[in-house]
């Protein structure tokens, strides 16, 4: 009996080693933020003061092949308050540098959109669902689980040059009362140059994505492409983006349903931050416009526009932590006329990282 008890000991200790050697390399992120965010909007009688809580947990995996081959995924366990759990792909590094995100593997016209500075915090006004300017450089950029983004290495052909491709394919998913994205392509690069004193950065994409639909509408499709460009001089940061495009959605807008199209749709967007040691100061404005359509093929003739100033200050109170206060304001317009959804924001919380 000692006997098969040291032999199942033996058994049990050799397959732990076993399956620790074998496990895949694995590491944790994630962030807790609170605060407080205040609304004056232009249709309400009063204001408002609420409670503003998220956090996020994520495990990121990675393992390195005899050949050299990185092979990584990720998923998150929990992301409340900012859109649910989400899981990525697969990302292949190849001993070059270059990178290979299959399954799910996004648009390359996203991934090289320049980051504009803005405010600090979670200050936001939420405008009618009627109002479909689009407000981001990169709202074009669509994709299906099926398809691939390759990225290149850093310096391809060029110095400070990187590239990047994707394609998506057909998912067979049934378009019924609302349009459903059927194929997509992006094309992306980032240029990084410098100016005696001044690193300079410029990003670029452009995309084309086909939809379907349940026949009550012609077919019709999201395109577009932007430009930005930032620099950096000490602690100064200067940057600016525009985008020009058509969009699809499938999401029901507040009281309508069904699929929609905006044309025309303008994004440009300016900010600034400064760094003075554990502070930060930053200022955006983003002006978006568009005309929408409740017909996916026809050209829409209202137009819409979003236009938004931001402003915060950050300051890194400890490793991981740091307090923030923001402002914003938002004037909202509906079909050339102001819809009194827009108004003024502001926060003050703390964000706490990991």
């Given at each position: 009996m000692k006997k098969e008890l040291l032999i199942a000991?033996?058994?049990?200790s050799t397959l732990g080693a076993a399956s620790v050697a074998n496990a895949v390399t694995a590491s944790t992120s994630g962030s807790h933020h609170t605060g407080l965010r205040g609304q004056s909007i232009d249709s309400a009688s009063a204001d408002t003061t609420t409670q503003v809580v998220a956090s996020s947990f994520s495990v990121?995996?990675?393992e390195t092949t005899d050949?050299?081959?990185g092979i990584a995924s990720s998923f998150m366990l929990a992301n409340e308050g900012t859109g649910g759990t989400q899981s990525?792909?697969?990302t292949l590094t190849?001993?070059?540098g270059s990178k290979l995100d299959i399954i799910n593997g996004g648009n390359a016209a996203k991934?090289?959109?320049i980051s504009v500075p803005g405010g600090a915090g979670e200050a936001s006004i939420?405008?009618?669902g009627n109002n479909r300017a689009q407000t981001g450089l990169d709202f074009f950029g669509e994709a299906t689980a099926v398809g691939f983004e390759w990225h290149s290495a850093a310096d391809f052909m060029a110095d400070g040059l990187k590239i990047g491709a994707s394609f998506s394919a057909d998912t067979?998913?049934?378009?019924?009362a609302s349009a459903t994205l059927e194929s997509s392509w992006g094309l992306g690069a980032t240029y990084v140059t410098s100016a005696g004193d001044t690193a300079v950065t410029i990003g670029a994409g452009i995309a084309d994505s086909d939809w379907k639909d349940s026949g009550t509408a012609p077919s019709s499709g999201s395109n577009g492409f932007h430009i930005g460009i930032s620099a950096v001089t000490g602690n100064l940061t200067v940057a600016a983006g525009y985008a020009n495009g058509d969009k699809v959605s499938a999401g029901a807008a507040t009281g309508e349903t069904g699929e929609y199209e905006v044309n025309d749709n303008t994004v440009t967007k300016v900010g600034a931050k400064y760094v003075s040691g554990d502070v930060t100061l930053s200022v955006g404005y983003s002006s978006g416009s568009g005309k929408d359509s409740t017909t996916l093929g026809t050209a829409g003739t209202a137009e819409d526009a979003n236009d938004s100033t931001d402003a915060g200050i950050s300051y890194a109170v400890a490793s991981g932590v740091t307090a923030n206060i923001g402002w914003k304001n938002v004037d909202s317009q509906e079909a050339g006329a102001s819809d009194a959804s827009g108004g003024t924001s502001w926060y003050i919380g703390a964000n706490m990282a990991f």
């Open positions: 000991s033996a058994l049990v990121s995996l990675s050949g050299g081959v990525a792909g697969l190849f001993t070059d991934t090289h959109d939420t405008v009618t067979g998913a049934a378009a019924d």
